[in-house]
């Protein structure tokens, strides 16, 4: 059975960092790509990262240079570390496996959801 | 960037059909994908592919895509699935994961 199983959130002040991890189970990381995905409270969902099995990694705009997403193949872990925090980044952060969809066109989705972790950026 | 556009709510009767659209320009070119999401859980994918169902979603959910609306149909809509529904892309322009804003389904 895949799982996964996010950690790493709190309360946490303006301009500081916080470590999320992402333990995977059932898969592997080293062949799967994996993806971090937010929601603020009562918003919809938001897409924030994505690490490709091959180690390419990309980020939604707001997020560029603060945000960095990686993996430990031994520990079979993904981890988002976000630094310079801000009140908007406040959300229940979810990390999510993709698959590569079979449409004419390349197209990504993603088939299995952790139960998210809670960030709060609050003074 | 790639916008989706969805209505933010959607209402339907017991055993009825309920449509949720998706906008974007020239979204039929895309592959499109459907989430569910009940209050206080992680999301659930219910279409992939435009018109795929994963093992263990009913096929009363049908997808389908063109033009500039993609649309997500329950049919027989039972209570249980009343949720939140989102759709996602992938635009290749920008190398972004999109998804729309999301419609709550009230079944009445």
């Known amino acids: 059975e895949e799982q996964l199983v996010e950690t790493g959130g709190g309360l946490i002040h303006p301009g500081g960092s916080l470590r999320l991890s992402c333990a995977v189970s059932?898969?592997?990381?080293?062949?799967?790509?994996l993806t971090w995905v937010r929601q603020a409270p009562g918003k919809g969902l938001e897409w924030v990262s994505l690490?490709?099995?091959?180690?390419?990694?990309h980020y939604t705009d707001s997020v560029k240079g603060r945000f960095t997403v990686s993996r430990d193949i031994s520990k079979n872990t993904v981890f988002l570390q976000m630094n310079s925090l801000r009140a908007e980044d406040s959300a229940v952060y979810f990390c999510?496996?993709?698959?590569?969809?079979?449409?004419?066109?390349?197209?990504?989705?993603?088939?299995?959801w952790g139960q998210g972790t809670l960030v709060t950026v609050s003074p | 960037s790639y916008v989706l556009t969805q209505p933010p709510s959607v209402s339907v009767a017991p055993g009825q059909t309920a449509r949720i659209t998706c906008g974007g320009h020239n979204i039929g070119s895309k592959g499109v994908h459907w989430y569910h999401q009940r209050p206080g859980q992680a999301p659930v994918l219910v279409v992939y592919?435009?018109?795929d169902r994963p093992s263990g979603i009913p096929d009363r959910f049908s997808g389908s895509n063109s033009g500039d609306t993609a649309t997500l149909t329950l049919s027989r809509v039972e209570a249980g699935d009343e949720a939140d529904y989102y759709c996602q892309v992938w635009d290749s322009s920008s190398d972004q994961w999109v998804f729309g804003g999301g419609t709550k389904l009230t079944v009445l």
């Open positions: 999510a496996k993709g698959i590569v969809g079979a449409t004419s066109e390349p197209t990504y989705y993603f088939d299995q």
């Open positions: 690490i490709f099995a091959g180690g390419d990694t």
């Open positions: 592919d435009d018109e």
């Open positions: 059932g898969f592997s990381v080293r062949r799967n790509f």
